[in-house]
Structures are given as structure tokens and as C-alpha cells.
């Protein structure tokens, strides 16, 4: 249905239930469409921990709890998933050394695979490091961690 606008005093044809108000006899129609566009969609994609933060600040107590824990468990399985890649990593920069000891391999395989070696190492540490930092979340959150009430105020 298409809508149009009329012009101030013209009579709406129709039955209007409701008490008169301040405003008249007149509604008001909001309508709302949403439309994905790939440059919104990036824009969003770029600041993922701005909708993070507001899930996570907007939630009950309750949520966050259980967002903390399920970010525990993420963390941990995201060390799972970077020892194995890292173990995947040694094992193809193991293979191609020797292959280009052999001299059938080429310098560039060689520097790929140990590039890809030393990605996978950092990915393994920032995963314990996230996991060591949702796990702290997580404690202080459920009250577990904080200052010892004989130490408060002091450093």
C-alpha cells in the first residue's frame, strides 16, 4: 500500500478510536526499513568490539555471567584449535627444511613455511593470553577475584 501525505486540515476518511489528546484527533505512523548494504556491513565488520561492548553492557547480571562463561570456553577452544595448527606449522617447516637441505626444495618454501611457523606461535600465545584474560574476567565477575577485605586501600 502506498502511502501519501495530505495536505494540513484535509479530512482522513475512517473511525479513530481513542480520546481526543493535545495533538488532536491525528496519529502519528512510524515505518522502518532495513536494508543491508555492503558499505554498512563494513563499517560494522570494522568495529566489532563496539557491538560487543554494548551487549555485554546493556545485559543483566545474569547474561554477563553466562557471556564470561562462554567466553572461557571459546578462549579454550581457540588454544585447542592454534595447537594444532602450530603443530601442523612445525611439522610443514620440519618437512620443508629437509626437503631444501635435500636440495629439492626452494629457498621461498623454506621462508613461507617458517613465516607460517612463527604466525601460528603468536596465534597459540595470544590465545592463552585471551583465555588467561577471559578467565580473569570470569573470576572477578563471580567475585572470586579482588583485593583481600584486610588489604582494601592499601597497595
Not at 512510524?30 to 551487549?55: G, M, T
Not at 555485554?56 to 545474569?62: C, F, G, H, V
Not at 572470586?144 to 586501600?153: E, K
Request: proline residues 5%.
Amino acid at each position: 500500500m502506498l502511502f501519501t501525505c495530505a495536505s494540513p486540515g484535509t479530512r482522513i476518511p475512517g473511525r479513530f478510536p481513542g480520546p481526543p489528546h493535545a495533538r488532536g484527533r491525528w496519529f502519528t505512523l512510524d515505518i522502518h526499513c532495513h536494508v543491508r548494504s555492503a558499505k554498512a556491513a563494513a563499517l560494522v565488520e570494522e568495529h566489532q568490539e563496539v557491538s560487543r561492548w554494548f551487549a555485554e553492557s546493556s545485559a543483566n547480571e545474569r547474561s554477563q555471567a553466562i557471556n564470561r562463561q562462554n567466553g572461557v570456553r571459546t578462549a579454550a577452544q581457540r588454544i585447542e584449535t592454534s595447537r594444532a595448527h602450530l603443530a601442523s606449522a612445525e611439522e610443514s617447516e620440519r618437512a620443508t627444511s629437509e626437503r631444501y637441505r635435500a636440495g629439492v626444495g626452494s629457498i621461498l618454501d623454506l621462508l613461507t613455511a617458517q613465516s607460517t611457523l612463527a604466525a601460528a606461535r603468536a596465534q597459540e600465545v595470544q590465545a592463552r593470553a585471551d583465555w588467561l584474560l577471559a578467565l580473569s574476567q570470569l573470576a572477578h565477575d563471580t567475585g572470586s577475584l579482588g583485593p583481600d577485605s584486610s588489604h582494601r586501600g592499601q597497595p
